[in-house]
């Protein structure tokens, strides 16, 4: 079995917000193999269903990004899932738009949902599929102004430009899990990193 966690924020106010490329990404494979989240568990919506001939839990975090080491650490010990067996989606500031990493282990790089699961699993050992959403162009100032034009980028949607991008990376990281679940994690790298 295998825990999949797309990362974002709940709400209709931040459902096409950069920060939330985990939920798209997640909420596409879903619906690719009929998996409905269907209720809610370990303050998740969450869904059960089966892909390559392994089951699967998708879950969608309802905390805030911040929090979702909450949610992931409730469902990692309900379902009894080993590191190797869970995998988080979740942006990637350092990435250009719509590239892939898929890593295992490896520490949070500033992330703050997944510092937040660090903290709560005490591991860092689970998979990574980093989805790049591009850096804003920062010009000088003060740092806590630079942190500021970060906070706003994260949480601001994607522009016309980037939407045919997003489009052809929500449905690349769905075949990057399935070559994870069907494959391996080195098969995963070497075909989408």
Partial sequence: MKLIVGLGNPGTVYTHNRHNIGFMCLNRFARKHGIRFARKQGQARVGEGEAAGTRLILARPQTMM???G???SLL???YKIN???LIIIHDDLDLPTGKIRIRQGGRSAGHKGIESIIACLGDTDFIHVRVGIGRPDLMGGAATDRDA????HVLSDFDAGENKII???TNKVGEAILCLINESLTA???RYN
Avoid: G, Q, W, Y
């Fill in 66 to 68: 911040n929090l979702s």
């Fill in 70 to 72: 909450r949610s992931v």
């Fill in 76 to 78: 990692v010990k309900r």
């Fill in 83 to 85: 590191p190797e067996d």
């Fill in 149 to 152: 034009e970060v906070i706003n």
């Fill in 167 to 169: 489009a052809e990376v």
């Fill in 188 to 190: 995963a790298m070497n």
